[in-house]
């Protein structure tokens, strides 16, 4: 008797840690067929938390944070948005301050066992200054199975033809240092048209992903629809961004939408990112401005768009 229970303690302390350290479950994640899989090749679905743009909230870039989203909140993945360009204090302007914003980010993921998103939060194309971050990224951080490169959060003008050669110029330089890390891609429109990468995908590289965003206000049947047909044609989706508002990140929360999202996500073991951990007053920010820059958050400092999202965190990430 005392053996059982002692096994049955054993049992339940395992499954906690397991529960609370996610890289430590799952270890060196990989891409096989269209399905993101762990290390033993079991499929596994991640969900998380996307921080709002360095440049505009650097007070939630901090290993607390990390800390709080992965314990509290229950993300098994965080993603740190570093802003290229559009808003000002970006990378293109201050290096220095975003590396400063985002490596704390990547150390306390690393720290913590929970999966890291390196994001080069651009709805531009910047194919130079891409392939030297992502270089420094891969040689400092390709050996932690934490990290996950994102390489182009949303382009905008750009044809599949031209992202395809970007994502190939940058997927070889990181894959001189990182054989393995899994890397996302974006595609045209704001990661919409997800159907031009199922008619031609990038070749000649293995772990790599392809991201649809939606928000659940705007994007409806017709985008579940095209990311099914996309997964079902071979192509690996990652939803590294998504929100339960308009696609501006304000306007109406639609919970309905976002609920057919999720049955729809969790079907095709798609993971998710929902947008984003921020104070300004949009729908889709998650935390009011008087809210402290670490965490734990009371319930009084957290907005709809952030309860919505922390209860299917704990709902799914079980
Ligand atoms: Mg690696």
Request: glycine content about 4%; hydrophobic content about 40%.
């Amino acid at each position: 008797m005392k053996k059982l229970l002692s096994i049955a303690i054993t049992l339940i302390i395992t499954l906690q840690v397991q529960a609370t350290a996610p890289v430590k479950q799952w270890g060196q994640l990989q891409v096989i067929g269209n399905q993101l899989c762990d290390q033993q090749g079991t499929p596994v679905v991640l969900r998380g938390v996307s921080l709002g743009w360095h440049n505009i909230w650097p007070r939630f870039y901090n290993k607390k944070v990390v800390k709080t989203l992965k314990d509290d909140w229950n993300a098994t993945v965080i993603r740190a948005a570093m802003g290229v360009t559009t808003v000002e204090d970006n990378y293109m302007d201050n290096p220095t301050f975003a590396l400063q914003c985002i490596e704390p980010v990547i150390k306390a993921a690393i720290k913590n066992n929970v999966y890291v998103i390196i994001d080069w939060h651009s709805h531009e194309m910047h194919t130079a200054k891409a392939k030297e971050f992502f270089t420094i990224m891969a040689q400092k951080y390709g050996k932690y199975p934490h990290v996950i490169y994102e390489l182009y959060n949303e382009p905008v003008e750009d044809s599949w033809e031209d992202l395809k050669q970007y994502a190939t110029e940058i997927i070889t330089e990181i894959r001189k240092y990182d054989p393995d890390n899994i890397i996302l891609m974006g595609c045209p429109h704001w990661d919409q048209d997800i159907h031009l990468v199922a008619e031609s995908p990038i070749k000649g590289f293995s772990n790599i992903m392809y991201t649809l965003h939606f928000y659940a206000s705007t994007h409806k049947e017709y985008l579940r629809d095209r990311m099914e047909a996309a997964i079902k044609q071979g192509i690996p989706v990652f939803v590294s961004e998504s929100g339960v508002t308009e696609a501006s990140g304000n306007g109406k929360i639609d919970e309905e939408s976002q609920q057919l999202w999720l049955d729809r996500m969790e079907k095709l073991k798609v993971s998710w990112v929902c947008w984003s951990l921020s104070d300004k007053d949009e729908s889709c920010s998650m935390l009011l401005p008087r809210a402290t820059s670490t965490g734990p958050w009371p319930e009084d400092v957290i907005k709809r768009s952030g309860k919505l999202t922390r209860s299917y965190l704990r709902k799914y990430n079980r």
